[in-house]
T-cell receptor
Framework: DAKTTQPNSMESNEEEPVHLPCNHSTISGTDYIHWYRQLPSQGPEYVIHGLTSNVNNRMASLAIAEDRKSSTLILHRATLRDAAVYYCILMGGYNKLIFGAGTRLAVHP | ETGVTQTPRHLVMGMTNKKSLKCEQHLGHNAMYWYKQSAKKPLELMFVYNFKEQTENNSVPSRFSPECPNSSHLFLHLHTLQPEDSALYLC???????????FGPGTRLLVL
């Protein structure tokens, strides 16, 4: 099963950009890279996903390495409400849906 | 509003009780999922239903019994649970299996 690795925690200041990295060196050609986040006391929520090209939406941007073995979730201006656990997972093909420990993002005023 | 609702939101039960968790999705999705999230642990996928058929059971103990009567509803029947089963139980749905999932708020279960 394809796995992802992320830093356990990161910190940011409000209004600054945040780059959350994810390594997925065993990704296969049909796997999509998905990002979810889980705010305290809530279920996870979808953030963004992509296959090969960089993606933008109202929440974030996703930058995918050319070899697809890593990706970076970019929050352009962090707010206090962005404090959450961010999960990078691979979906598609025969992969089981494995959520890792994620990255706990702290945002300081 | 995510379109996925779960009831109850909180549940306390004894080890000899039988209870059921309910999940309902209003998104017209075809796949539904049960996850378990224990304290300070990653989400663990328990069951997957695709077009009402169970397609995945990740070695879940038989004291957890899922039921999917139609594509909008998913239940998790609980009986003779153990204290270590205390956790947040999350339901999710997606249009098709392995596509973007939408999660409910979860049921926080405490087994005494």
């Amino acid at each position: 099963d394809a796995k992802t690795t992320q830093p356990n925690s990161m910190e940011s200041n409000e209004e600054e950009p945040v780059h959350l990295p994810c390594n997925h060196s065993t990704i296969s050609g049909t796997d999509y890279i998905h990002w979810y986040r889980q705010l305290p006391s809530q279920g996870p929520e979808y953030v963004i996903h992509g296959l090969t090209s960089n993606v933008n939406n109202r929440m974030a941007s996703l930058a995918i390495a050319e070899d697809r073995k890593s990706s970076t979730l970019i929050l352009h201006r962090a707010t206090l409400r962005d404090a959450a656990v961010y999960y990078c997972i691979l979906m598609g093909g025969y992969n089981k849906l494995i959520f890792g420990a994620g990255t706990r993002l702290a945002v300081h005023p | 509003e995510t379109g996925v609702t779960q009831t109850p939101r909180h549940l306390v039960m004894g080890m000899t009780n039988k209870k059921s968790l309910k999940c309902e999705q209003h998104l017209g999705h075809n796949a539904m999922y049960w996850y378990k999230q224990s304290a300070k642990k990653p989400l663990e996928l328990m069951f997957v239903y695709n077009f009402k058929e169970q397609t995945e059971n990740n070695s879940v103990p038989s004291r957890f019994s899922p039921e999917c009567p139609n594509s909008s509803h998913l239940f998790l029947h609980l009986h003779t649970l153990q204290p270590e089963d205390s956790a947040l139980y999350l339901c999710a749905s997606s249009q098709q299996f392995q596509e973007t999932q939408y999660f409910g708020p979860g049921t926080r279960l405490l087994v005494l």
